[in-house]
């Protein structure tokens, strides 16, 4: 089962910008679908964007034309550029990749904080 690892996470004023990391490890080409999701408190978690095999991507209305979700198949790493940053973007991100055999391997999730 291939596993995931995030980075990037910190702290963040308002407006501003964040990269954060998805290290699979097998190549992510093996994955079928990888993504983002996030985790407000008391909050359910969302879908924050995915990128298929063939590269194709998906976005929640919510971060749309302020996130990015990309990849980097010689590192099998996907990445998610956030900007525009808002306070209720503050959350637990998680990476997400789904194989072949539809099978979810989770990470343990990164913290984003956008405050003042």
């Known amino acids: 089962q291939v596993q995931v690892v995030e980075s990037g996470g910190g702290l963040v004023q308002p407006g501003g910008s964040l990269r954060l990391s998805c290290a699979a490890s097998?190549?992510?080409?093996?994955?079928?679908?990888m993504g983002w999701y996030r985790q407000a408190p008391g909050k359910q978690r969302e879908l924050v964007a995915i990128?298929?095999?063939?590269?194709?991507?998906n976005y929640a209305d919510s971060v749309k034309d302020r996130f990015i979700i990309s990849r980097d198949t010689f590192k099998n790493t996907v990445y998610l550029q956030m900007s525009s940053l808002k306070p209720k973007d503050t959350a637990v991100y998680y990476c997400?990749?789904?194989?072949?055999?539809?099978?979810?391997?989770w990470g343990k999730g990164t913290l984003v904080t956008v405050s003042s």
């Open positions: 997400k990749a789904t194989d072949r055999n539809n099978m979810d391997s």
């Open positions: 097998r190549s992510i080409f093996s994955i079928n679908v």
């Open positions: 990128i298929n095999s063939i590269g194709v991507t």
